[in-house]
């Protein structure tokens, strides 16, 4: 595309970024979370992709290291549920919620401002499906721009 | 019928989907089709869980108590996901299809294959 | 003929899904009791405000496992099918 879209497309794109990771981080006290959050940053990876040509973005999305990202999503979702059960308690039981420590702070019942600190592991979850659906999306982006025959051929 | 127009508008999109699934001949409709379909499904599903001037079940500023039910709101969310994964696949498909055959027209593909 | 059958089918289908859509109440659940324990003491047990999280990571965990699962299926199918066709298009070039 031209120069115009390129440079409003590289201005944008740590802002989109930024944001997909606020809903992130913020799923467990506000509307969001991992999935809906992985996808707004996806939709970063679709406009530089948009704005820029498939041969230029070889250099700056890997198609490795987002199925490494992926998968590495994946089994820290496994995985911070596998640890309950090194603890003596079931699978998916939540050992943080309660405890005081990372993530550990009670909060009064009823409507309150929210506290970030919250929350048990619901933010390391949240943390691992959101890094599996910005990869996920993302790979999907490029396989299927991949398919699409070059121009003038 | 109008106290309840979400089930009306459910039916509609259901069988919009259904006729675009069943009377179109692009591979590209069907799965738009399908896609649509999976869209009624959720809005039956976020339906059902709806109360009376109720609010998301987010405790955060809550200005009342009276909250919507959660449950259909996180089995939808299931759901949406899972169709996003199926759209990505079904539209590989045509792709490669289209590789394949120069085309995405059912009739003419199910004509090359005899 | 199979398209004026399928057209037949839909009308009957429609008939049927609009007289089960005209037997629903908006607005006034039937069963509420395990979603209002959730609001209820879901507060107190996982410490979270957001309800919805904290039936889809922590309730219902098995079922993020799963859904997780597919994602990650559909992508690899994904991956597995273009990537055949790039090497088919670079053994036509070569």
């Known amino acids: ?153 | 019928m109008l106290w309840n127009l979400p089930y009306i508008v459910v039916v509609l999109l259901a069988i919009i989907g259904l006729a675009t699934i069943l009377l179109k001949r692009n591979l590209i409709k069907i799965f738009l089709g399908v896609s649509i379909l999976t869209s009624a499904v959720n809005l039956f599903i976020i339906v059902l869980g709806y109360r009376e001037n109720s609010i998301a079940p987010i405790y955060t500023y809550a200005p009342s108590l009276n909250m919507a039910l959660p449950t259909p709101q996180a089995l939808c969310l299931t759901s949406i996901v899972i169709g996003v994964a199926t759209s990505a696949l079904m539209l590989s498909f045509a792709v490669i299809i289209h590789r394949y055959y120069g085309t995405v027209n059912v009739d003419e593909i199910r004509e090359l294959k005899e | 003929m199979r398209r004026e059958l399928s057209v037949l089918i839909m009308i009957i289908l429609a008939i049927f899904l609009f007289i089960m859509a005209a037997g629903f109440t908006f607005g006034s659940p039937l069963e509420t009791d395990m979603d209002d324990y959730f609001i209820m003491n879901g507060q107190e047990q996982i410490a979270t405000n957001n309800i919805v999280t904290t039936i889809v990571f922590d309730y219902r965990g098995f079922d993020t496992l799963g859904e997780s699962t597919v994602l990650f299926t559909a992508v690899i199918g994904v991956a597995l099918m273009f990537r055949m066709i790039v090497r088919g298009d670079s053994d036509e070039n070569e």
């Open chain 1, 1 to 153: 595309m031209s120069k115009i879209v390129r440079f409003c497309a590289d201005m944008l794109y740590p802002a989109i970024v930024i944001f997909g990771l606020y809903v992130i981080m913020h799923g467990h006290i506000t509307p969001g979370g991992g999935f809906q959050g992985g996808a707004v940053v996806a939709t970063a990876a679709a406009l530089i992709i948009v704005a820029y040509s498939y041969e230029e973005i070889q250099g700056m999305l890997s198609k490795f290291l987002l199925q490494i990202q992926e998968s590495a999503g994946l089994v820290m979702f496994a995985g911070v549920a596998l640890i309950a059960i090194g603890l003596g308690t079931t699978f998916f039981y939540n050992y943080l919620a309660n405890s005081g420590l990372l993530f550990g702070m009670s909060v009064p019942f009823g409507p309150n401002p929210g506290e970030l600190n919250t929350g048990g592991f619901l933010p390391l979850m949240n943390i691992a499906v959101g890094i599996e659906v910005w990869g996920g999306l993302a790979i999907v982006i490029l396989y299927l721009l991949s398919g699409i025959p070059k121009e003038g051929t």
